[in-house]
């Protein structure tokens, strides 16, 4: 196999994931996976079911959206992950998806609190919210939602906070491969659903103490980090 080939097989076992993992409800998301030496991105084609999707089907663009294999669209969202790969360097995959608890705290307009360490060991503080978008920033819709992610990560690291919400819309989260940016839109709904029910119970809950969160966090992702094997 090519690593083209390799990377459709990953793109679509990982799409498959939003599924096995609750993430996804009919078409309401995707995956897509970037050969950055290669400048080129392997996206869901759009609207296609997921009970049908095959490694042949993924979409392969370069960074300016050409498509250069596949007979199919790629997905609605594209602009917006192409948006982000060119932005944060740090970036190898992103996965988008309408789950439950995140979209609920994107349509709220509210960031997802880190509250506790559950959070910190994923996310280096509170998952931040993007403005919402404009009536005349409509017209490119998707890569304009690309870039208030941009905007919304001015002062943040994409690599510490690897996921957003977008006000009114649905989460976005990433990382440096595949599997980890599937694993982090995870831990998103799972701390998203974690934190709303804290504010149920406690809505003036305090967020975690900043040097817990730095202790959690650390232990994970630091220059010294010792959670795991070697």
């Not at 370069?62 to 250069?68: E, H, I, P």
């Not at 997905?75 to 979209?103: E, R």
């Not at 509250?115 to 005349?136: E, I, K, M, N, W």
């Not at 957003?164 to 989260?173: D, E, K, M, S, T």
Request: with cysteine.
């Amino acid at each position: 196999m090519t690593p083209i080939d390799h990377l459709c097989a990953d793109v679509c076992q990982a799409n498959l994931a939003l599924v096995k993992h609750g993430l996804v409800t009919l078409t309401w998301g995707n995956a897509s996976a970037l050969l950055r030496n290669e400048g080129l991105v392997a996206i869901k084609p759009s609207g296609v079911a997921y009970d049908t999707l095959t490694p042949d089907q993924i979409v392969i663009l370069d960074l300016s959206g050409k498509v250069v294999r596949g007979s199919l669209r790629p997905s609605t969202d594209a602009p917006t992950h192409l948006a982000l790969y060119n932005a944060f360097p740090s970036v190898g995959a992103i996965v988008h998806t309408h789950s439950t608890y995140a979209s609920v705290f994107a349509q709220a307009r509210r960031e997802i609190p880190c509250l506790g360490t559950t959070h910190a060991d994923h996310f280096a503080g509170p998952v931040p919210v993007t403005r919402q978008l404009s009536p005349a920033e409509l017209a490119d819709y998707e890569h304009n939602t690309g870039r208030i992610i941009i905007e919304r990560f001015a002062s943040l690291d994409p690599v510490s906070v690897p996921a957003v919400l977008v006000a009114g819309h649905a989460p976005f989260a990433w990382g440096p491969s595949i599997s980890n940016a599937v694993d982090n839109a995870v831990a998103l709904e799972a701390v998203a659903r974690m934190a709303h029910a804290t504010l149920l119970l406690r809505p003036d809950a305090p967020s975690l103490e900043p040097h817990l969160l730095a202790k959690h966090h650390d232990r994970k992702h630091g220059a010294n980090r010792y959670y795991g094997q070697r």
